[in-house]
Nanobody, 122 residues
Framework: QVQLVESGGGLVQAGGSLRLSCAAS????????MGWFRQAPGKARESVAA????????YYADSVRGRFTISRDNPKNTVYLQMNSLKPEDTANYYC???????????????WGQGTQVTVSS
């Protein structure tokens, strides 16, 4: 089992920044491929960003590329999502997830966090 705990969400004005963190426990973190997803009310879950187990490969959805950065610190068992130039359409519940196989565009995962709300006001 893997436990994932997100933090860092909140309310921010358009153009602002937030950094989400996801702390993992229960398995060897360096063996896990990590991803950030989001889901807004009435919308499908979307894969926002992904990073493979060693950090050498990353993926970004077209909607966030150039504004969001995913990174990981394996000794700290933590993955981050730096979100800059936030827009109202980025408002959603953001979830951290872990997968044994690197499938960056998939919306499925082996383990999920509880989510953290990000609200961007215009």
């Amino acid at each position: 089992q893997v436990q994932l705990v997100e933090s860092g969400g909140g309310l921010v004005q358009a153009g602002g920044s937030l950094r989400l963190s996801c702390a993992a426990s229960g398995r060897t973190f360096s063996n896990l491929n990590m991803g950030w997803f989001r889901q807004a009310p009435g919308k499908a879950r979307e894969s926002v960003a992904a990073i493979n187990e060693n950090g050498f490969s990353t993926y970004y959805a077209d909607s966030v590329r150039g504004r969001f950065t995913i990174s990981r610190d394996n000794p700290k068992n933590t993955v981050y999502l730096q979100m800059n130039s936030l827009k109202p359409e980025d408002t959603a519940n953001y979830y951290c997830a872990a997968r044994y196989v690197y499938m960056p565009q998939s919306t499925s995962a082996d383990y999920w966090g509880q989510g953290t709300q990000v609200t961007v006001s215009s």
